[in-house]
């Protein structure tokens, strides 16, 4: 077991907040934000077991789809998260986690999380 396997997952976290999007979008929202929340979870399961590459291809194609909701309240939103989407990517190809943490807690507060920080240090 990782040392920190018990620290808060920003993305666990932001997979968990998700649900008030259904309250600002409405219910039309649901089927996208639990496909999100799924991206999430299956990209927590592939860092999980190791497969780093998998993990960041879920986690920006879960990204994307919550900027594109994001775009459905606001076009500038939407453009907004999909330059947040790019960050991580960029980062995490650059192996700067400092950056991708700031991008995932930055997503967060954008889909609703009004809670601090991101929990600690994480395997990302």
Do not use: C, H, Y
């Not at 994307?64 to 960029?90: K, S, T, W």
Request: net charge neutral; hydrophobic share 45%; proline share 3%.
């Amino acid at each position: 077991m990782r040392e920190n396997a018990t620290a808060i997952d920003s993305f666990a976290k932001l997979a968990d907040s998700l649900g008030e999007l259904d309250i600002v979008i409405g219910p039309a929202a649901r089927p996208a934000v639990a496909e999100v929340r799924d991206g999430l979870r299956n990209a927590i399961a592939m860092r999980d077991r190791g497969d780093m590459p998998a993990a960041i291809a879920a986690i920006r194609r879960a990204m994307e789809r919550l900027a594109g909701l994001g775009a459905e309240l606001d076009p500038a939103e939407g453009a907004m998260m999909r330059a947040i989407a790019e960050r991580f990517a960029a980062a995490m190809s650059f192996g700067d986690k400092g950056d991708a943490k700031g991008a995932v807690n930055l997503m967060r507060r954008k889909a609703g999380d009004t809670s601090k920080g991101g929990g600690g240090d994480n395997q990302w």
